[in-house]
């Protein structure tokens, strides 16, 4: 759980939010708090996971800075946030990767490259390694697909382990005591709101990603970021049944299935990431939490690498340059699936989570009326 002075401000700011509600409506973060005059430390746990961090809150809030009641909901709630990353990490060490060693990720991704590439270059023949290789079975020349397969497929594995450990132990956290049935109940509305991105809406007219201008840029930016990524699994998937089931390994012709969904997929990626990266840099500082931005950048910029060096193959698969090409974009993936779990990926299932209690608070409970009508 966020430390006792992170909580105690997160409390403070929510009872007052929850005083005034005159920014219910802007996103699910004041419809949760509306009534309550207490807030648990799973409550803020809930909360901080529930904020997308639109700021459509600090823009309008009559109470923000310089006002002495100093209310800054989104970089309170981020502060919040950040400690509940590392607070529900499984395993507990991964903790450090959310606090002082922040940049770890970036390190580890760097060793794995750096690893990666210093095998193939002592264990491959040069001829092999800076050769031209051509038709099925033109990658595995330079990386078994044994060792290939093994890398990626391992580390994957590692990341889906950590991370559901995480979230199952973040749900515990916040789950209400009601029945199955209840929570059958809101899965729907809750996939809704996850697939939809509807609390990045500010209401109707949009958050305030820059500036106290309305706008719908973060939002756009994140659906075709994960637009494109699920084209590149989709590509992933369509290569293993080829390459399985077809008996016809890669590489794969321009037009095929992998390598369209693929190319598609890596550009719409780079396209996302770069809008997604221009917010961050230009947004205000007055309403972010360093940390959290930290862990945003690092993040944006691992997935764009990994998104371009799978571009890189495809364009010079059949160069001198495939296999340096091919086996950075490896341990970049690898090294990307190892720090998985101690990144700002968890956001996503924490948020998940969060957005889940949130529709069984609506279902569970009968809605109040707002304060600030």
């Not at 823009?59 to 009641?69: D, G, K, L, T, V």
Request: one cysteine or more.
């Amino acid at each position: 759980m966020p430390p006792r002075e992170v909580a105690e401000e997160a409390e403070r700011v929510l009872r007052l939010c929850s005083a005034c509600m005159y920014c219910d409506g802007v996103c699910a973060v004041f419809p949760a708090i509306a009534g309550k005059a207490t807030f648990s430390l799973a409550d803020v746990a809930h909360i901080a996971n529930l904020c997308h961090a639109c700021r459509g809150c600090w823009h309008a809030c009559q109470y923000a800075p310089p006002h002495p009641f100093a209310v800054n909901v989104p970089q309170t709630l981020a502060a919040a946030r950040g400690h509940t990353y590392a607070d529900f990490a499984r395993p507990r060490w991964l903790a450090g990767a959310f606090g002082r060693h922040a940049w770890m990720p970036a390190a580890v991704v760097g060793a794995a490259t750096v690893a990666a590439l210093l095998l193939v270059v002592l264990t491959v023949p040069r001829e092999t390694l800076f050769g031209v290789h051509r038709g099925g079975g033109a990658f595995y020349q330079v990386v078994p697909w044994g060792v290939m397969t093994t890398a990626a497929g391992l580390s994957f594995v590692w990341a889906v382990a950590a991370m559901t450990a995480s979230t199952v132990a973040f749900w515990r956290a916040i789950a209400p005591p009601v029945s199955a049935r209840v929570v059958k109940r809101a899965l729907w509305p809750a996939l809704f709101d996850i697939v939809t991105l509807s609390n990045l809406g500010g209401g109707g007219p949009g958050c305030n990603d820059v500036d106290g201008r309305f706008s719908r840029e973060r939002r756009i930016a994140h659906h075709v970021m994960v637009g494109g990524f699920a084209l590149t699994i989709l590509s992933t998937l369509s290569a293993a049944l080829w390459h399985h089931v077809a008996d016809a390994p890669a590489p794969y012709p321009v037009f095929s299935l992998p390598v369209l969904a693929g190319t598609i997929g890596g550009v719409l990626m780079l396209v996302g990431i770069g809008g997604l990266v221009s917010v961050e840099l230009r947004t205000d500082t007055a309403a972010t939490e360093p940390g959290e931005t930290r862990l945003n950048l690092v993040f944006l910029v691992l997935l764009g690498l990994v998104a371009a060096s799978g571009l890189a193959v495809l364009v010079l698969r059949e160069t001198v340059l495939m296999g340096v090409t091919l086996t950075l974009h490896l341990g970049l993936v690898t090294g990307f699936f190892l720090v998985l779990p101690a990144s700002k990926m968890m956001h996503a299932p924490y948020r998940a989570a969060a957005l889940l209690r949130a529709a069984i608070d609506r279902i569970a409970s009968p809605p109040r009326r707002s304060g600030g009508e």
